[in-house]
């Protein structure tokens, strides 16, 4: 996935650290940009009850149709983001302000666990409306021992399928046909042959 250059959304049940505990968020404009090296960086407290973080960042374009996948890749500092990690973790999105919808835990892997270099992972869901907001939100009172410290949050990112294929955009080899269906088994789909 590419990143999702927009802005990010200001206000406290937007962005930024929610309750009262030794956690810290630094770097939140890192999100947007467009280096795929840049993060935003949340030190959190595991155990802590109603404390954790928000980023939510807003399309500075038109929205996103019913069916685009959107999401936040995220990694935990000095190795591999923890499946354990995924039940403190929500994604949800917005049309403006007006919500839309949102999966936590292992819902968010729905689209196959991605895991990119530098132990990246991929985490999102395919939205069931339009949107142009996309919120992560972690919960320090979910996050299991042991599991605690920095996590890494490179950006925000939407993949699109826009024929609803389901082969994104990116990589569609025949626009607006299904890519799933080749029954002279030549490699091309039969909607391109």
Avoid: M
Wanted: charged fraction near 15%.
């Amino acid at each position: 996935p590419s990143p999702y250059t927009g802005s990010v959304v200001n206000g406290s049940s937007w962005t930024g650290t929610y309750g009262l505990g030794l956690h810290d968020l630094d770097n939140v404009g890192n999100v947007v940009t467009d280096n795929l090296n840049d993060y935003a960086t949340y030190s959190s407290i595991v155990g802590l009850l109603g404390t954790g973080v928000r980023i939510t960042v807003q399309n500075d374009g038109p929205t996103f149709p019913s069916g685009t996948f959107g999401g936040f890749v995220i990694a935990r500092e000095g190795g591999l983001f923890d499946a354990n990690l995924l039940p403190a973790t929500t994604i949800s999105l917005y049309n403006n302000g007006t919500f839309v919808g949102s999966q936590t835990g292992a819902s968010l892997l729905g689209a196959g666990a991605l895991t990119l270099s530098g132990g990246r992972t991929v985490v999102g869901f395919k939205s069931t409306a339009a949107f142009n907001r996309i919120k992560i939100t972690i919960d320090n009172g979910l996050i299991n021992l042991g599991l605690g410290g920095d996590y890494r949050i490179y950006y925000a990112f939407v993949i699109r399928d826009t024929d609803g294929d389901g082969t994104p955009d990116c990589i569609d080899n025949c626009a607006p046909g299904n890519n799933s269906s080749d029954i002279d088994g030549d490699g091309i789909p039969d909607d391109c042959d």
